[in-house]
């Protein structure tokens, strides 16, 4: 089984940053793609960023070129760095890997003010 744990969420300006950390724990080796979701209430969950064991990386179009993912296999830990972030991105963010998808964690809540 495996555990995700996020952090770094809070609340910012809009025009500011902020960088998330997802911790994974468990039966992770053969585990390729990870990726930051969000979801606010009344929508479905959506994938925003995921990066490969290799680094390889794709974005929604809401958020590219200001998010950038990446990850510490040694640690088993994936970032996200969110800059110019605007009040549309507020939201529960979550990570998780692409396939198969584990438990959710519990996320942690991004709110930018305008």
């Known amino acids: 089984q495996v555990q995700l744990v996020e952090s770094g969420g809070g609340l910012v300006q809009a025009g500011g940053s902020l960088r998330l950390s997802c911790a994974a724990s468990g039966t992770i080796v053969s585990l390729n793609f990870m990726g930051w979701y969000r979801q606010v209430p009344g929508k479905q969950r959506e994938l925003v960023a995921q990066v490969s064991r290799a680094g390889i990386t794709d974005y929604a179009d809401a958020v590219k070129g200001r998010f950038t993912i990446s990850r510490d296999n040694a640690k088993n830990t994936v970032f996200l760095q969110m800059n110019s972030l605007k009040p549309e991105d507020t939201a529960v963010y979550y990570c998780?890997?692409?396939?198969?998808?584990?438990?959710w964690g519990q996320g942690t809540q991004v709110t930018v003010s305008s």
């Open positions: 998780n890997f692409i396939y198969p998808q584990q438990p």
